[in-house]
T-cell receptor
């Protein structure tokens, strides 16, 4: 069974640009969450999508947005990039309503903003 | 908002020793407490979790204890092996939103042969 796939794995952008990251969840998983990981702030929740609807949102500015498609694949977008947006962006999928809370993480997309 | 504190930030042990990592949470409504292991270049992976209606849970060499009154929970690894070396994160969430986890700051565990 394939795991969570994130693309691209690495990317470099400059300040002011925008970026789109993609996540393909494990087959059958309908919930997709996004986390930002940095050395200073650790792992922080960005948002969660289920059945194409955002169910939860973390404390990030509106420059961070996401969406989920009918096949459960998800994308997140960061506009007007700032140096502080440099981070590892992790996507996680999970089965909802199965009595388990386990998140299955991808290997992440490492974003560097210059 | 919810906050999870984790200690220590680094932990070095000899192979075969036990390792203990402790976390404290602030939101009394939290009722799900997972532990994740992150190896270099990989995403975090769940190693064990516990719900608030349980005080202790074991899985082979790994155990987690929960003290709801004190709002703290701990990870215990016995008979450590070099492959246990990684960064460990505790987390907490409210029951209705398992996917919204608040993570601790992580513990880098180094197991020396």
């Amino acid at each position: 069974k394939a795991g969570v796939t994130q693309t691209p794995r690495y990317l470099i952008k400059t300040r002011g640009q925008q970026v789109t990251l993609s996540c393909s969840p494990i087959s059958g998983h309908r919930s997709v969450s996004w986390y930002q990981q940095t050395p200073g702030q650790g792992l922080q929740f960005l948002f969660e999508y289920f059945s194409e609807t955002q169910r939860n949102k973390g404390n990030f500015p509106g420059r961070f947005s996401g969406r989920q498609f009918s096949n459960s694949r998800s994308e997140m977008n960061v506009s007007t990039l700032e140096l502080g947006d440099s981070a590892l962006y992790l996507c996680a999928s999970s089965l909802v309503g199965q009595g388990t809370g386990e998140l299955f993480f991808g290997e992440g997309s490492r974003l560097t903003v210059l | 908002g919810e906050n999870v504190e984790q200690h220590p930030s680094t932990l070095s042990v000899q192979e075969g020793d036990s390792a203990v990592i402790k976390c404290t949470y602030s939101d009394s409504a939290s009722n799900y407490f997972p532990w994740y292991k992150q190896e270099l270049g990989k995403g975090p992976q769940l190693i064990i979790d516990i719900r608030s209606n349980v005080g202790e849970k074991k899985d082979q060499r790994i155990a987690v204890t929960l003290n709801k009154t004190a709002k703290h929970f701990s990870l215990h690894i016995t008979e450590t092996q070099p492959e246990d070396s990684a960064v460990y994160f505790c987390a907490a969430s409210r029951g209705t939103g398992f996917q919204k986890l608040v993570f601790g700051t992580g513990t880098r565990l180094l197991v020396s042969p």
